[in-house]
């Protein structure tokens, strides 16, 4: 350990760099992240935030949620078997406020049950986004395809769905806006599972996720470009330190030489690799955890700290293959013939 670090402190520009490099890209892999979960939760904190079950949804509808309609009768056989199952619809529309001015939600309507919003005939209960917007708890809205008005009783936390914010409403004014009398789709929840009932599809909570349209792509290519991140990242590590090998090859024909083994010089490596990550890891965790306090404000940015230990452990482990690959050299390395070449 003493030599690695003594050889840090020699050629303190090179680590530095490269340190910096490794800093960098973690840092642009942490906020990637980070938006890869806020988007995450801006498109479905609504199905995210409910307990592991099963969604049943029409066959004919074709994986499309918005498309499904649930028989009556089968409606009551699943909530007949399952008591704390629930019947729910979501559809996209609008809310035009006191001034007239049309605010996006999507509107969510469920048989009673304590996973969703218990809300009576002409109420309105919000997702608190809305509260930002100017609307108050008694304030009247109206919905150009709803008769009647709806009073504001209230705001919720952290519920939207497609990017819009979440307006609970009752089940009759619901039908009144749509002109349907089926729900969409139900929910039971707990793990075990749940019969399956001719004419309907079963889907997971993870599932009827990749039902909302864009949900999927939207994760997959930030997801992907996060990884890419981490595969550039162990690429650096094997490079760097096979260039500074190949420099060293004199060097290690000497220590092996005079009988220094093998697995000392990979240690030498491995405490490199290790100094420089950690300490590029621990500014990156810092300042990524540290950006919701400075990101702009609706900016849709979540970085639990799991999610960042579980991508800093991938750096270690990138980190240690690239640095392992990059010194097998060392393993092949003839004292005799390393000692004729000379230090480069």
């Known amino acids: 350990m003493n030599l690695a670090l003594k050889e840090m402190k020699k050629n303190k520009s090179k680590f530095l760099i490269f340190g910096s490099i490794v800093f960098l890209i973690s840092l642009l892999t942490f906020m990637i992240s980070g938006l890869a979960n806020g988007l995450s939760q801006d498109n479905a904190a609504l199905i995210k935030d409910l307990p592991n079950g099963q969604f049943y949804m029409s066959?004919?509808?074709?994986?499309?949620?918005?498309?499904?309609?649930?028989?009556?009768?089968?409606?009551?056989?699943?909530?007949?078997?399952?008591?704390e199952a629930t019947a729910l619809s979501i559809q996209m529309g609008f809310l035009n406020d006191q001034y007239n001015k049309q605010q996006s939600v999507a509107f969510v309507a469920a048989t009673h049950s304590d996973l969703f919003e218990d809300v009576q005939p002409g109420e309105v209960i919000l997702n608190r986004s809305l509260q930002e917007d100017g609307i108050k708890v008694g304030d009247i809205l109206t919905n150009n395809q709803l008769s009647g008005e709806l009073v504001v009783k209230g705001f919720v936390d952290e519920k939207k769905f497609s990017h819009a914010p979440v307006a609970f409403i009752n089940i009759e004014n619901y039908k009144e806006m749509y002109r349907v009398e089926e729900m969409q789709l139900i929910f039971v929840p707990g793990n075990e599972q749940v019969q399956e009932v001719s004419g309907l599809q079963l889907f997971s909570n993870k599932e009827f996720l990749n039902t909302i349209p864009s949900y999927n792509a939207e994760q997959l290519s930030l997801n992907m470009i996060v990884w890419f991140l981490v595969v550039i990242s162990g690429m650096l590590f094997a490079i760097f330190f096979y260039m500074m090998n190949v420099q060293k090859l004199g060097l290690y024909g000497i220590l092996?030489?005079?009988?220094?083994?093998?697995?000392?010089?990979?240690?030498?490596?491995?405490?490199?690799?290790?100094?420089?990550?950690?300490?590029?890891?621990?500014i990156s965790v810092g300042l990524s955890q540290g950006f919701h306090v400075i990101a702009p404000k609706g900016m849709p940015f979540s970085l639990p700290l799991e999610t960042t230990l579980i991508l800093s452990l991938v750096f270690l482990m990138i980190g240690f293959v690239g640095a392992t690959i990059s010194g097998w050299q060392i393993k092949k390395i003839q004292p005799l013939q390393a000692i004729q070449q000379g230090e480069v």
């Open 256 to 282: 092996k030489a005079i009988g220094v083994k093998t697995s000392t010089l990979f240690n030498m490596m491995w405490t490199q690799m290790l100094c420089i990550t950690a300490i590029a890891l621990t």
């Open 59 to 83: 066959a004919e509808a074709d994986k499309s949620y918005n498309l499904s309609k649930i028989d009556r009768s089968m409606q009551e056989e699943v909530l007949g078997a399952h008591p």
